[in-house]
């Protein structure tokens, strides 16, 4: 068994995912961190789109949600820097948070509370219009600096090709990546194009066997054949 961190972990859903779909996660990385160390900031549906629906305001809510979880466990576990691991778009709010500037009027104070960042499957590059306000926000902030402060991995599987000529797995995974990036025939986890996951300063890690999304009787990043594939990053 690889010898894994025994710092705290908060796990961050990913955007329209919400807290309980990562139970199994938890119970995953409970194999190598005892389980009251590792908590799922308590993300819902409706923090995404909010009420009247605000997608624009999704990165503040869940900032707001990410940051009292974080507190929460540095309190029970003092000296002890968190590791985010973070699912999907839930990487990109983290990165936002990290930075520790003013993102639509909303900043948090994380002091060193949080050491490491994991994120799994977070397109850094993308062209989608929400997911750009954030992405847009980190590279005009991000820095050497940032990466001497937080070591960040970002993890991505390779597993599904697309192909907008292929058979109808392959043309479905290229109408996903299309939504990402303007190439849809590329390799990626089914949701994600692996390349838009790659971060300069960042570990980039790819993993061949994980899906993308936290559904029943799939190998995503949360399950225990999931997690034994990035596990040793943590």
Avoid at 55 to 75: G, W, Y
Avoid at 167 to 193: I, Q
Wanted: aromatic content about 10%; some cysteine.
């Amino acid at each position: 068994m690889a010898v894994v961190r025994q710092n705290p972990v908060v796990i961050i859903p990913g955007v329209l995912f919400w807290d309980s779909l990562y139970e199994v996660m938890r119970d995953a990385l409970s194999a190598w961190i005892p389980k009251e160390k590792i908590a799922i900031a308590p993300v819902s549906m409706l923090d995404w789109v909010g009420f009247p629906p605000s997608p624009e305001r999704s990165t503040n809510r869940v900032m707001a949600t990410l940051d009292l979880a974080v507190r929460k466990m540095a309190a029970r576990f003092p000296g002890e820097p968190v590791t985010i691991v973070a699912h999907s778009g839930g990487g990109t709010v983290a990165m936002v948070y990290l930075l520790e500037n003013a993102f639509q009027g909303d900043v948090y104070a994380v002091n060193g509370m949080v050491g490491r960042l994991l994120t799994l499957g977070t397109p850094f590059h993308t062209h989608e219009h929400f997911a750009k306000i954030k992405t847009d926000f980190i590279f005009s902030h991000l820095s050497a600096e940032f990466f001497r402060k937080y070591h960040v991995v970002s993890v991505v599987s390779d597993r599904y090709r697309g192909s907008t000529s292929g058979n109808m797995l392959e043309r479905l995974c290229s109408m996903f990546y299309l939504s990402v990036t303007d190439d849809g025939n590329l390799d990626g986890d089914g949701v994600v194009p692996a390349k838009s996951c790659f971060l300069e300063g960042a570990e980039n890690v790819t993993i061949p066997e994980c899906e993308h999304l936290p559904a029943p009787h799939t190998r995503w990043y949360g399950t225990k054949e999931g997690v034994e594939q990035w596990i040793e990053w943590l």
